[in-house]
């Protein structure tokens, strides 16, 4: 238990830490209680539903590219909440990830992980 509290610490703060190397790579706006992330490499987008369950992601002529409901997709079991929201919903880069550009997200029951941008897998990473 206590690996886990302390690796949950230790993401956290790497997550902290490089939070501001996301404006350089992507833009955030919000659009009717969604949120959206804009890749301006690809110019792909991510939406995150009303509901804060969903993440779609959308090529830049709009077709969608793939749909997840991370902890659904994970098999994650119900911890804390029954129906947790994201809460949490940004690019996130760092070596851990092999500098590859992820999307972290946390949910209101304090488990976490990343989503893979290329195919919506979602990596669960911990809870506290």
């Known amino acids: 238990?206590?690996?886990i509290a302390l690796f949950s610490v230790a993401?956290?703060?790497?997550?902290?830490?490089?939070i501001f190397i996301k404006t350089y790579f992507a833009?955030?706006?919000?659009?009717?209680a969604s949120e959206i992330l804009i890749d301006k490499f690809t110019g792909d987008k991510y939406l995150l539903d009303k509901n804060r369950i969903f993440i779609?992601?959308?090529d830049k002529s709009g077709?969608?590219?793939?749909?997840?409901?991370?902890?659904i997709d994970a098999r994650l079991?119900?911890?804390?909440e029954k129906n947790p929201t994201i809460?949490?919903?940004?690019?996130?880069i760092d070596s851990a990830f092999e500098a590859k550009e992820v999307i972290g997200i946390s949910y209101s029951n304090s488990q976490f992980g990343y989503i893979d941008k290329s195919n919506g897998k979602f990596q669960f990473l911990?809870?506290?």
């Open 56 to 58: 779609e992601a959308f």
């Open 126 to 128: 911990g809870q506290d």
């Open 77 to 80: 079991g119900e911890y804390r």
């Open 11 to 18: 993401f956290l703060a790497l997550l902290i830490s490089t």
């Open 1 to 3: 238990m206590k690996k």
């Open 63 to 71: 077709k969608s590219i793939w749909k997840t409901n991370p902890r």
């Open 27 to 32: 833009v955030k706006i919000n659009v009717d």
């Open 87 to 92: 809460t949490y919903f940004h690019f996130y």
